[in-house]
């Protein structure tokens, strides 16, 4: 007699679709859990979880990928919600053989998987400044490539030289800072790579200085951010002009709101919070929902997401409770 669960097991959309896959140097795992790879530790698995050999492998893989499969690229999990039904496709993670990170001179390459600590720290042993604010930026040198991320006064852009990756067609390529067209939390030029590695150009400076930099940055977002909760970066983009996201997020009386176990943090309301880890993605990304509406209503400006929302949402997702405000106004001054 066949095992009804050794059926169920073999249809699962993972195992469907990893026998249309090019063969691969590296690991190919059929529906891979995500909630352990991702800082909100909620949501669905992806469908299949590839993590190359290296950048060769990458390309052919994407070179002889039927057009029709999805690719989806995740570093750290630091400014992604992935929704509860999964993602669908190829999901990529560059993984240790990413992370290398070197300096030659004032130059820093990093591979995409490496972390924005790594190469502050790097930098700062070799007495190279300008790196200071990739202390305070989580996820991955990718990632903060793809979004031109920043922190502190500073953006990626500020410091990148030329990024290297896969096109679409499965391609290595190497563009220029001049060619990507860098604005605000946007690199549009880089939009259609899966960026491998990146190049940055620093200048000389004390290492002891440089540390007391970093160390500053440090102690900052550890006063002002929830960083030992379930959480990710920054929420919303701050829109433009000189107004912040959480200014217009407390104005609206959003500091402290939770639906279900997902909440607005207290310490920085432009952070959700994944309360006892027991909030799902549909949880997270309906109060964040709530909170753009609200912003819209009382302060007149749209916010947009900052984080990545990824994936299906679960089809049986039932609307959550909204619990109120449970935080008051602002009594910190720049309190963010």
């Not at 930098?123 to 202390?135: K, P």
């Not at 102690?219 to 002002?224: D, T």
């Not at 912003?295 to 959550?320: N, Q, S, Y």
């Amino acid at each position: 007699m066949t095992d009804p669960r050794r059926n169920a097991q073999a249809t699962t959309p993972g195992r469907a679709l990893i026998a249309r896959l090019p063969a691969v140097r590296g690991r190919l795992t059929p529906d891979a859990p995500l909630q352990d790879l991702c800082w909100f530790r909620t949501g669905g698995p992806a469908d299949v979880l590839f993590e190359p050999a290296d950048a060769a492998d990458l390309a052919q893989f994407i070179r002889q990928l039927d057009r029709d499969v999805p690719v989806t690229v995740l570093g750290l999990g630091s400014n992604v919600l992935v929704r509860d039904g999964g993602i669908a496709g190829v999901v990529v993670r560059l993984g240790a053989r990413f992370r290398p990170v070197t300096v030659d001179g004032c130059r820093v390459e990093a591979g995409a998987g490496a972390s924005g600590m790594q190469v502050a720290t790097a930098a700062r042993t070799a007495g190279l400044a300008g790196f200071e604010f990739l202390r305070g930026v989580p996820g991955t040198v990718g990632g903060a490539v793809a979004m031109n991320a920043g922190a502190y006064g500073q953006d990626t852009s500020d410091v990148l030289v030329e990024v290297q990756g896969v096109t679409p067609e499965g391609h290595l390529v190497r563009r220029a800072k001049a060619e990507i067209g860098f604005g605000y939390r946007q690199a549009p030029g880089v939009a259609d790579l899966i960026v491998t590695a990146a190049v940055f150009e620093g200048r000389p400076d004390d290492p002891g200085a440089i540390q007391d930099r970093m160390d500053r940055i440090a102690a900052e977002r550890e006063a002002s951010q929830p960083l030992r909760t379930r959480t990710t970066g920054s929420t919303f983009k701050n829109p433009p002009g000189d107004r912040r996201a959480w200014e217009l997020i407390d104005r609206a009386g959003c500091r402290g709101l939770s639906r279900g176990h997902a909440q607005v943090s207290e310490k920085h309301c432009n952070f959700l919070i994944n309360r006892e880890s027991r909030a799902s993605a549909a949880e997270l990304e309906a109060l964040g929902e709530e909170v753009r509406r609200r912003v819209a209503e009382t302060c007149g400006v749209t916010l947009d997401w900052e984080i990545r929302r990824l994936g299906r949402p679960t089809p049986a997702a039932a609307p959550a409770r909204d619990h109120g405000s449970g935080g008051g106004s602002n009594q910190g001054g720049d309190r963010p």
